[in-house]
């Protein structure tokens, strides 16, 4: 089971090791010291997936009442306190972003880093499935990926729609939009920014010249 700090991230084996994993048959450990010493956690990162064991060296046996919600008490608390931050230290310094699986979605962070230079940036902890491109020269955001609900546009799916806002001429807009494949800026002023659902309706070479308009529109 993958532990929840690392959702919709992927491990960077070149950090893992200077983090201090052991690799083995392809898979990396650490092991550290917790609730003062008394327990042993070990993460495992496999596969993409990590997880992490809690054990008891006195008597080799996992302790696990740290992931029982009903489970209380002083000591129970300060492992689970431990447990949560260890794992969110690991998260932060050695895995990464990896929310948008689409093709479309790739393509585009592939395109904008290879013209433009800009990487996505993750701005909101409570939002992970939210990124945004923004130039180095004025700051202005000139593109947004997001993963939401497809009903949220509309759509009768209980599915997840990948897609990406634009900057776009209120003109050419008004004529795009369609309702399935173009839609009014999802949380952007709907008059100046255009909707891209990525499942593939859009071609590629469409979506680049709508980001390279974008990027024009986002100056001072």
Same mark, same amino acid.
């Given at each position: 089971?993958?532990?929840?700090?690392?959702?919709?991230?992927?491990?960077?084996?070149?950090?893992?090791?200077?983090?201090?994993?052991?690799?083995?048959?392809?898979?990396? =450990?650490y092991? =550290?010291?917790?609730?003062?010493?008394?327990?042993?956690?070990?993460?495992?990162?496999?596969?993409?997936?990590?997880?992490?064991?809690?054990?008891?060296?006195?008597?080799?046996?996992?302790?696990?009442?740290?992931?029982?919600?009903?489970?209380?008490?002083?000591?129970?608390?300060?492992?689970?306190?431990?447990?949560?931050?260890?794992?969110?230290?690991?998260?932060?310094?050695?895995?990464?972003?990896?929310?948008?699986?689409?093709?479309?979605?790739?393509?585009?962070?592939?395109?904008?880093?290879?013209?433009?230079?800009?990487?996505?940036?993750?701005?909101?902890?409570?939002?992970?499935?939210?990124?945004?491109?923004?130039?180095?020269?004025?700051?202005?955001?000139?593109g947004?990926?997001?993963a939401?609900?497809?009903?949220?546009l509309?759509?009768?799916?209980d599915?997840?729609?990948?897609?990406?806002?634009?900057?776009?001429?209120?003109?050419?807009?008004?004529?795009?939009?369609?309702?399935?494949?173009?839609?009014?800026?999802?949380?952007?002023?709907?008059?100046?920014w255009?909707?891209?659902?990525?499942?593939?309706?859009?071609?590629?070479?469409?979506?680049?010249?709508?980001?390279?308009?974008?990027?024009?529109?986002?100056?001072?």
């Open positions: 089971m993958q532990e929840a700090p690392f959702s919709m991230k992927k491990p960077n084996i070149a950090k893992l090791v200077e983090f201090g994993f052991a690799e083995k048959d392809g898979a990396y =450990t092991e =550290t010291r917790i609730a003062q010493g008394q327990l042993q956690m070990t993460v495992t990162v496999s596969g993409g997936n990590a997880h992490a064991r809690v054990i008891d060296p006195a008597t080799g046996e996992e302790y696990v009442l740290h992931r029982t919600a009903g489970a209380v008490g002083a000591f129970v608390g300060m492992v689970r306190a431990d447990h949560e931050a260890g794992l969110t230290e690991i998260a932060e310094a050695c895995f990464e972003p990896d929310v948008f699986k689409s093709a479309r979605a790739q393509e585009a962070i592939s395109y904008v880093r290879a013209v433009y230079g800009s990487e996505l940036e993750f701005l909101w902890k409570r939002f992970p499935g939210n990124a945004v491109w923004r130039r180095e020269d004025t700051r202005k955001w000139y947004v990926l997001l939401v609900p497809e009903r949220k509309g759509i009768a799916s599915g997840t729609a990948e897609i990406i806002d634009l900057r776009a001429d209120p003109g050419v807009l008004a004529a795009l939009v369609d309702g399935e494949r173009y839609f009014p800026g999802y949380h952007m002023n709907k008059k100046h255009l909707t891209i659902r990525l499942n593939g309706s859009v071609s590629a070479e469409e979506i680049f010249c709508r980001i390279d308009e974008s990027y024009r529109l986002a100056v001072k």
